[in-house]
């Protein structure tokens, strides 16, 4: 069964910063993946997806994501953190059938001032 | 364009009380439905998943329950409320196809006394 790992549970960053988070999948074969933002008490927003084509994808609030193919990972960017960006992302793949979705756990976000 | 509801966004129940979650979507046809619960600190559990009216997919056995009896409408339900069934549900819908994102509602708090 196909998996998706996030690495932390929580991250904090000083604003201006370079936000990492990072998502690995486990797959023989490259998935669809994805990025969502959960703001508190909201339901999840997509931020960008990679499906075929260019490896380095990017999304909406400055965020993109590369999909290494070699190392089953597609981590999350931006170059500078905004206080705005504190919120909940998620990482997904798909399963192959369906167009269901699996989810990672989740990693929080923190942005200090 | 596509828009999906939920309601009612928060509910407080006591234990052994039925339930009744309603999720609508409105701006497409045929699509996906979803159901999940995020419980705190276990992230995103898909419940059910329906690719037609009347067909249910369950992913996890529990005491809730789900229909579909309208195109683009999604019930979620159950007879007799436990105190794990509180959490923060979520709909979503999609187009069908692995290439293809979630779009979720707003989210129904349901706490369960």
């Known amino acids: ?113 | 364009s596509q828009t999906i509801h939920q309601w009612p966004a928060t509910l407080v129940q006591p234990v052994g009380s039925p339930l009744s979650l309603e999720c609508t979507v409105e701006g497409t046809s045929n699509p996906n439905l979803y159901w999940y619960r995020q419980a705190a600190g276990r992230g995103l559990q898909l419940l059910f998943y329906s690719v037609g009216i009347g067909q249910i997919s369950s992913e996890v056995p529990q005491n809730l329950s789900a229909s579909r009896p309208q195109d683009r409408q999604f019930i979620l339900s159950s007879k007799k409320l436990l105190l794990s069934d509180s959490g923060f549900y979520l709909c979503a819908w999609s187009m069908g196809g692995s290439q293809y994102e979630q779009f979720f509602g707003p989210g129904t708090r349901l706490t369960v006394l």
């Open chain 1, 1 to 113: 069964a196909q998996s998706v790992t996030q690495l932390g549970s929580h991250v904090s960053v000083s604003e201006g910063a370079l936000v990492l988070l990072r998502c690995n999948y486990s797959s023989s074969v490259p998935p669809y993946l994805f990025w969502y933002v959960q703001y508190p008490n909201q339901g999840l927003q997509l931020l960008l997806k990679y499906t075929t084509g260019a490896t380095l994808v990017k999304g909406i609030n400055g965020f993109e994501a590369e999909f290494k193919k070699s190392e089953t990972s597609f981590h999350l960017t931006k170059p500078s953190a905004h206080m705005s960006d504190a919120a909940e992302y998620f990482c997904a793949c798909e399963d192959g059938s369906q167009g269901n979705l699996i989810f990672g756990k989740g990693t929080k976000l923190s942005v200090k001032p």
